[in-house]
């Protein structure tokens, strides 16, 4: 099944993330893709608030995982953009992620598709200029 969404402000992909992060469930590995600067982070934003984290949520490039457990349920936030090999993966220990009662959301999951669940929720991102500079089709599947 695909869904797909079409936005044409930060805030209505915020608004879409925050209605999934309000109905995710314990295990769901959430997968984002799309280019630098389509609003992988801003998707993640929603995705927190909906889970009712307060704290603020970066793209966490620089750490490849930032964990919030001030929500509803505990939240893995995998950037996994500057990641070199899939063996870094296994350092951080992404199974306990994966596999747990949280949920996880990985910005550029792509680059580590050999590891993902069959079960990931994949959503995509992307632009089309001719439809103007913010608008976003977001597709879930
Ligand atoms: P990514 O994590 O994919 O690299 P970010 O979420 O950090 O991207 O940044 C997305 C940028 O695009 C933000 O500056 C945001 O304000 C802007 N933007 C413009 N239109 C939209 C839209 N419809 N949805 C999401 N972000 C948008
Ligand atoms: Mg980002």
New binding site residues.
Partial sequence: MTEIWE????E??WRIGYDMGKCASPGQVCCLD?D???????FAQGFAAGLGISGPVN?PTFTILQVYEDGRLPLYHFDVYRIGDVEEMDEIGYEDCFYGDGVCLI?WSERIREILPETAVHIG?EKDVERGF???RITVR
Wanted: glycine fraction near 20%.
């Fill in positions: 936005t044409g402000s930060p209505e992909t799309g630098l600067g389509v609003g992988k982070t801003v793209s910005e991102i913010d608008y976003r």
